[in-house]
C-alpha cells in the first residue's frame, strides 16, 4: 500500500489543521492506521491510532483531548484533526499502516508494528 500524506502547513499556537493520508489499493479497510511524528532533534513518536473500522481509537498523553484521528474505509483515507496546537507539536508528521493488526480492535503505539509508512508532511506552529 502507498500513503500520501498532506494539510501540514503553518499555524499559530492555538490554532488547527487537519491532516489527511490517501491510501492506494482496496484493502484499506483491513489495516489499522496511525499517525507518528519527528521533531527535529527528537525521536519519533507515536500521536495516534486507528482500528480497522474505527471504532476504537489511542492517542498519545501529550495530543489526548486536542487530537482526534478518524477513518473513512469508503475513502481510503484517515484523518488527524489537531486543535489548539502548541510549539511543541512542531513536527514532521507520518501516516502509518498495520496490515496485520492483533484484533479488529487494535491500533498500535508500536513502530515496528507498521509495515508502510507515508513521506511524512510537516507541521510548524509559531508561538
Known amino acids: 500500500v502507498q500513503l500520501q500524506a498532506s494539510g501540514g502547513g503553518l499555524v499559530q499556537a492555538g490554532g488547527s489543521l487537519r491532516l489527511s493520508c490517501a491510501a492506494s489499493?482496496?484493502?484499506?479497510?483491513?489495516?489499522?492506521m496511525g499517525w507518528f511524528r519527528q521533531a527535529p532533534g527528537k525521536e519519533r513518536e507515536f500521536v495516534a491510532s486507528i482500528s480497522l473500522r474505527g471504532t476504537s481509537t489511542y492517542y498519545a498523553d501529550s495530543v489526548k483531548g486536542r487530537f482526534t484521528i478518524s477513518r473513512d474505509n469508503a475513502k481510503n483515507t484517515v484523518y488527524l484533526q489537531m486543535n489548539r496546537l502548541k510549539s511543541e507539536d512542531t513536527a514532521i508528521y507520518y501516516c502509518?499502516?498495520?496490515?496485520?493488526?492483533?484484533?479488529?480492535?487494535?491500533?498500535?503505539?508500536?513502530?515496528?508494528?507498521?509495515?508502510?509508512w507515508g513521506q511524512g508532511t510537516l507541521v510548524t506552529v509559531s508561538s
Open positions: 489499493g482496496r484493502a484499506f479497510s483491513s489495516y489499522a
Open positions: 502509518v499502516a498495520d496490515p496485520a493488526p492483533e484484533s479488529a480492535t487494535y491500533g498500535s503505539r508500536w513502530s515496528y508494528e507498521y509495515d508502510y
